[in-house]
């Protein structure tokens, strides 16, 4: 995949340019990646700085987080939507959305299930909040630049946290019954014969509910330790069957061991 650019050495340069969170896998950006990479379309790296202001990507895209795809001189897109289009217009084949109306929806309500407001990586985000603010509704000073900005875009709240585990549960026991009734179908993947978004999107927001090993995905253990899903409402949710697909989808369609 080469090395990182800065906001500098990126800005100038035609092509699709991939703006991600450098040393860290944060399962929205590696969605995007595993998007581009199972059709082929290429990209340069260019460094965001989990925590940090970010002032010089800010003055280019509009944005401070990741990801955020930047293709020639075109808007910026930080939305999965957005940057899913984009993959599909850069490159029609192999398509990752379904022709089919009505499997197209489900999809797409299925991975906003995962990857929007209030889905599953959101919920699993206020839950490592918690983690950070046990009771306290605003962080300690010495957390406050770090995470200040995070909390606001993601409406934390001690309330709002402790109802995620019932909805990421919930994620969990849909998107296994989905699973389920493809199996039952004759099909391998999440939606219809083939590989589509959805089962991309699920391989990645999986490693907020078991990471892929070390050897597989480098990552500070502390990540890795509030990654790894161990909150009793959620464990019994957890398909086994589920973690089996994840492992499918990465060995046949992504990158491998993850690169950060």
Same mark, same amino acid.
């Given at each position: &995949?080469?090395?990182?650019?800065?906001?500098?050495?990126?800005?100038?340069?035609?092509?699709?340019?991939?703006?991600?969170?450098?040393?860290? =896998?944060?399962?929205?950006?590696?969605?995007?990646?595993?998007?581009?990479?199972?059709?082929?379309?290429?990209?340069?790296?260019?460094?965001?700085?989990?925590?940090?202001? $970010?002032?010089?990507?800010?003055?280019?895209?509009?944005?401070?987080?990741?990801?955020?795809? &930047?293709?020639?001189?075109?808007?910026?897109?930080?939305?999965?939507?957005?940057?899913?289009?984009?993959?599909?217009?850069?490159?029609?084949? =192999?398509?990752?959305?379904?022709?089919?109306?009505?499997?197209?929806?489900?999809?797409?309500?299925?991975? $906003?299930?995962?990857?929007?407001? $209030?889905?599953?990586?959101?919920?699993?985000?206020? &839950?490592?909040?918690?983690?950070? @603010?046990?009771?306290?509704?605003?962080?300690? =000073?010495?957390?406050?630049?770090?995470?200040?900005?995070?909390?606001?875009?993601?409406?934390?709240?001690?309330?709002?946290?402790?109802?995620?585990?019932?909805?990421?549960?919930?994620?969990?026991?849909?998107?296994?019954?989905?699973?389920?009734?493809?199996? !039952?179908?004759?099909?391998?993947?999440?939606?219809?014969?083939?590989?589509? !978004?959805?089962?991309?999107?699920?391989?990645? @927001?999986?490693?907020?509910?078991?990471?892929?090993?070390?050897?597989?995905?480098? &990552?500070?253990?502390?990540?890795?330790?509030?990654?790894?899903?161990?909150?009793?409402?959620?464990?019994?949710?957890?398909?086994?069957?589920?973690?089996?697909?994840?492992?499918?989808?990465?060995?046949?369609?992504?990158?491998?061991?993850?690169?950060?």
């Amino acid at each position: &995949m080469g090395e990182w650019l800065d906001v500098e050495q990126a800005r100038g340069l035609p092509g699709l340019r991939l703006v991600l969170t450098a040393g860290v =896998p944060g399962p929205w950006g590696e969605a995007a990646k595993g998007i581009f990479h199972a059709k082929g379309i290429p990209y340069v790296r260019v460094r965001q700085d989990a925590g940090r202001e $970010n002032d010089a990507l800010y003055e280019w895209t509009g944005q401070r987080n990741a990801p955020i795809a &930047m293709y020639e001189n075109e808007p910026a897109r930080s939305g999965w939507v957005e940057i899913l289009v984009l993959a599909e217009r850069i490159a029609p084949q =192999p398509s990752l959305i379904p022709a089919d109306p009505d499997m197209r929806v489900r999809m797409f309500g299925l991975a $906003n299930e995962l990857l929007g407001e $209030n889905g599953l990586g959101w919920c699993r985000r206020l &839950m490592l909040f918690h983690g950070l @603010m046990g009771d306290a509704e605003e962080p300690q =000073p010495a957390l406050r630049a770090m995470v200040g900005r995070m909390l606001r875009q993601y409406g934390y709240s001690r309330d709002a946290a402790r109802a995620a585990p019932e909805r990421v549960a919930q994620i969990l026991r849909l998107l296994s019954e989905q699973l389920r009734a493809q199996h !039952a179908a004759g099909h391998r993947y999440l939606m219809g014969a083939s590989l589509s !978004a959805l089962d991309i999107y699920w391989a990645a @927001m999986a490693a907020l509910i078991d990471p892929l090993p070390p050897a597989l995905c480098r &990552m500070p253990e502390s990540l890795r330790h509030g990654y790894t899903v161990t909150h009793p409402d959620i464990v019994p949710a957890i398909d086994p069957a589920l973690i089996e697909h994840r492992d499918m989808i990465y060995e046949r369609h992504l990158e491998l061991p993850i690169e950060l």
